[in-house]
Structure formats: structure tokens, C-alpha cells
């Protein structure tokens, strides 16, 4: 049996979004959460599931200066098209590629998803800057993937193609099958993801009698075992596989660490997890200035939030001065993401 790391293993080529993926320097551009793949496993969240609706990473997006905005807060070297399926709203993926490669130039690498296995379409993004293209046919395919036209398809795109599928444990004979059929498709790579609960797929999966791998996981029992099964497949294709704790840990932790060191305010700390520790003070805008005179704070180190209405400042003048001011004080921890979670409240007074 190949060996296999703890996190993650490569057999032969590594894909090229992947080297960006591990540096956190991956935007996630979901450009539609409209889909008709109806995967069982469907991990998307409520907000984004069947609406047509476009984030950057946890941004909504509203105009196209959204997506660079948040491409430079974290310092995106390359972009995941994603989500939904980016090919249902292709005029939308095209404008978005041609804004992404006009602005951070040519060497800003994006790849994207798919469940279509359409050429005509594969082939127009390629000519609008796409550099690869990760096809995830519907379950239902996986039996029977010979009497599609993925291997027409592969076989005419010139951009990198690869597909990218999640192990699902009931379904093992689907993806031996598919997997044994694809190998001599000539695809640049094979994905395999972990299988994972969300929010959303947590009533499906059940049904199918899956649990948790651990307490702290959120992956399923069984789906790592089948990476090492495929292993002994002795597959030509290389092959990528992409554990839940590797995209929690390193991917997400990694853009929020680059993210924080960009929108930090001077008084706010970073903290080891990338998190911003801030105080917080519940009064109304114009009580500023007497705080501020009141306690000799300088104007850089106290600041109005529009979005929460509230005053902000360094955690350590907050606690200073709490005891002595009439309005709710805390010590906030928040993700410096767009739409800062707050991670812990601690009251002061
Ligand atoms: S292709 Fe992706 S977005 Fe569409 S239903 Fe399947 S998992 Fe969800």
C-alpha cells in the first residue's frame, strides 16, 4: 500500500491550484448557488442553495469591485470559481474571469467547478482566461460516466482538466467504477474530498446511518478509508486527496490570517488564530468625543462600527476604563471576515 500522509496525499502531479489552495491564497468566488446537479451530499448553506446569489469567500457581493476588494484583503494569488454551478450563469463566470485576469494579470491563476459536461460551454471559459476546469459529474452518472460525453469533452479541451469528486462510503462500486473508467481519459488530475456534514446535508447523510469521525470532526466515518482503498486501484491518473481537517486547518485559517493582517485596525490584536480582539463600548456615536476626552484617548485608537452601531477601541483602554463609564462594555473576538463572527463576548461591567 502507497503511503499516505496524515492530512493529504499526492501521487504523481500536483494540480496547480493546489499549491495556492495550501497558501490560503485562494479567493472563493461562488458565482450562483443555483444548481441542477441535486446532490444528495449538497454541503452549500442555506443562504447560498438554490439562490442566485454571488459571494466572495464570506462577502456578499453586490458590485463587481466586491470581488477585487476581497481578492487584495487576501492577497489572492489565484481564484476557485465555484458554486452552484458557475456554468448555469455563464455570461456572469466569463465577466468575472475577465475581471479577475485583467485586474491581477495573467499569472492570477482560476479554476472551477462544474457538474455540466458541456464542451461548448468548457471551451468558451478557457477562451475567456480560465486555466482549469474541475468537472464533479452528478452521483447519478458515476455508474454509468461511459455513455456521457466526459471523455469527448476531456479529450477536446485544451485548458488543464481534472475532476473532483467527494468519497461517499454507500457509494463504493459507483466510484471504483467511475474512477476505473475516467483513468484513461487523459484528465490532468483526480480530487478526492473527504466526505463532510453540514448544516444542510445533515438529514440526508443520516438516512444513510453516517456519523461523525470524531467529537471535534465534522468529516464521515469511512469516507478517508475508501482513499486508501483507491490507492490500490494502481490508477494512472494523479491523485489528490483532500482531507476536512486540511481544508479547516490550513486553507481557511491561512486567508483568515492574511485577511486579518489587512483589515486590523491600530488598535485591534491579532491574535495566534487570526482573530481580532477588540473593545467594545454600546453607546451612541456622538458619546465619542467625550469619551475620548474624558479618558485622553487618541483618535486613531477609537473608532465608530456603522455596521454593529457601536464604539470600538483597544481591548486593553476598554479595560482601563469600563468601570468607570455608564454603557455596556466587552472585550469582543471576532473572525476578521466579512461577516466578522463574533467568536466570544466577554462582559466588563
Ligand atoms: S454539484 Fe455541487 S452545488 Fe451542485 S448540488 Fe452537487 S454538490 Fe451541490
Not at 468575472?96 to 485576469?101: A, M, P, Q, R, Y
Not at 487523459?186 to 461523525?212: H, M, R
Not at 470600538?312 to 466579512?338: D, G, H, M, R, V
Request: glycine share 6%; proline share 3%; with cysteine.
Amino acid at each position: 500500500m502507497k503511503k499516505l500522509e496524515k492530512n493529504s496525499f499526492y501521487v504523481g502531479k500536483l494540480a496547480e491550484g493546489c499549491k495556492i489552495c495550501r497558501k490560503g491564497a485562494k479567493l472563493v468566488l461562488l458565482v450562483t448557488g443555483l444548481c441542477n446537479a441535486n446532490c444528495f451530499y449538497c454541503p452549500l448553506s442555506e443562504k447560498k442553495k438554490g439562490k442566485d446569489v454571488i459571494y466572495a469567500d464570506e462577502m456578499i457581493v453586490r458590485k463587481k469591485e466586491d470581488i477585487i476588494e476581497e481578492a487584495e484583503l487576501i492577497e489572492a494569488e489565484g481564484t476557485g470559481i465555484t458554486g452552484g454551478d458557475p456554468l448555469i450563469v455563464l455570461d456572469r463566470t466569463i465577466e468575472f474571469i475577465k475581471l479577475l485576469k485583467n485586474y491581477f494579470g495573467e499569472e492570477h491563476h482560476i479554476h472551477l467547478y462544474t457538474a455540466t459536461l458541456d464542451y461548448k460551454k468548457a471551451e468558451k471559459l478557457g477562451k475567456a482566461g480560465l486555466d482549469e476546469i474541475r468537472f464533479h459529474p452528478m452521483p447519478t452518472l458515476w455508474k454509468k460516466i461511459e455513455k456521457t460525453k466526459f471523455r469527448e469533452i476531456v479529450k477536446k479541451l485544451e485548458i488543464d482538466k481534472g475532476m473532483e469528486i467527494p468519497l461517499v462510503p454507500h457509494m463504493k462500486k459507483e466510484t471504483f467504477h467511475l474512477l476505473k473508467v475516467v483513468d484513461d481519459y487523459n484528465l490532468d488530475f483526480i480530487n478526492l474530498n473527504e466526505l463532510e456534514f453540514s448544516i444542510t446535508n445533515l438529514e440526508a447523510l443520516d438516512k444513510y446511518g453516517y456519523v461523525a469521525k470524531s467529537d471535534e470532526s465534522s468529516a464521515v466515518k469511512g469516507s478517508e478509508e475508501m482513499a486508501y482503498e483507491i490507492l490500490d486501484l494502481g490508477l494512472s491518473t494523479p491523485i489528490h486527496y483532500c482531507s476536512s481537517s486540511f481544508k479547516d486547518a490550513v486553507q481557511l485559517r491561512k486567508r483568515i490570517e492574511r485577511r486579518a493582517r489587512n483589515v486590523a485596525k491600530i488598535y485591534e490584536i491579532i491574535t495566534e488564530d487570526g482573530t481580532l480582539l477588540k473593545g467594545v463600548i454600546m453607546a451612541d456615536k456622538e458619546k465619542i468625543k467625550e469619551i475620548m476626552e474624558e479618558f485622553e484617548i487618541d483618535e486613531n485608537m477609537i473608532s465608530w462600527d456603522e455596521k454593529k452601531k457601536r464604539i470600538e477601541t483597544s481591548p486593553f483602554i476598554i479595560e482601563e476604563i469600563a468601570q468607570y463609564l455608564p454603557y455596556k462594555c466587552y472585550i469582543i473576538e471576532e473572525y476578521p471576515t466579512a461577516d466578522r463572527l463574533e467568536v466570544e463576548i466577554t462582559p466588563l461591567n
